[in-house]
Nanobody
Framework: QVRLVESGGGLVQPGGSLRLSCAAS????????MGWYRQAPGKQRELVAT???????NYGDSVKGRFTASRDNAKNMVYLQMNSLKPEDTAVYYC???????????????WGQGTQVTVSS
């Protein structure tokens, strides 16, 4: 059983910062991609940032230059440092991991339960 647990969400004023964390646990052989998506009310889930195990990172256009994703492969954790937050960043942020549970197993996607980020004055 694989479990992803996010933490660090909350209420912040425009221009402020928050740091999200996500820990993956359970029967994990290797994590290929780990990252963040978000979903605002009435909108589709969108990419925030994804990181490969080798360190390369891909960002959604709306967060480039403001958000930074990082990964700790030894701890199976991924982080999202969010700076210069805007009201339009308000959403539920979901942690995602594409991983194998065994050496020859298929790569499957797992999701956390989500953490709310609200940017408002």
């Amino acid at each position: 059983q694989v479990r992803l647990v996010e933490s660090g969400g909350g209420l912040v004023q425009p221009g402020g910062s928050l740091r999200l964390s996500c820990a993956a646990s359970g029967n994990i052989y290797s994590i290929i991609v780990m990252g963040w998506y978000r979903q605002a009310p009435g909108k589709q889930r969108e990419l925030v940032a994804t990181t490969l195990s080798g360190g390369s990172t891909n960002y959604g256009d709306s967060v480039k230059g403001r958000f930074t994703a990082s990964r700790d492969n030894a701890k199976n954790m991924v982080y999202l440092q969010m700076n210069s937050l805007k009201p339009e960043d308000t959403a539920v942020y979901y942690c995602n991991a594409d991983l194998r549970v065994s050496r020859l197993g298929t790569i499957n996607a797992y999701w956390g339960q989500g953490t709310q980020v609200t940017v408002s004055s």
